[in-house]
């Protein structure tokens, strides 16, 4: 997939559990556990919407673009850090 989206690191980041957004933001948790594991292949606009008021972000912020859609580790290690060192 070439466009993935930033929600696991924006809840790492504000140590915000799949359970506590879904709550906050009323989303069921299996659309979120969704999103968050970018297992998706759309996402309501409204969704998006209160992901990103909840989270004050931009919808620009909220996805980035995998310049490397065949490699499904490269998200991943980039936001971890890991970077084939």
């Known amino acids: 997939m ?5 929600l696991a690191v924006l809840m790492a980041e ?3 559990s799949i359970t506590q ?14 999103i968050y594991y970018n297992r998706n292949k ?3 606009m409204a969704t998006i919407d209160k992901l990103c008021q909840y989270l004050k ?3 620009a912020e909220f996805f980035v673009y995998d310049p490397h859609p065949s490699d499904e580790h490269w998200y991943y290690d980039s936001w971890r850090g890991n970077h084939g060192d």
């Not at 957004?21 to 969704?34: G, H, M, V």
């Open 42 to 44: 759309t996402i309501q």
């Open 57 to 59: 972000i931009t919808p």
């Open 21 to 34: 957004l879904a709550q906050k933001i009323e989303i069921s948790r299996t659309t979120i556990t969704s």
């Open 2 to 6: 070439a466009i993935r989206n930033n």
């Open 14 to 16: 504000r140590n915000i």
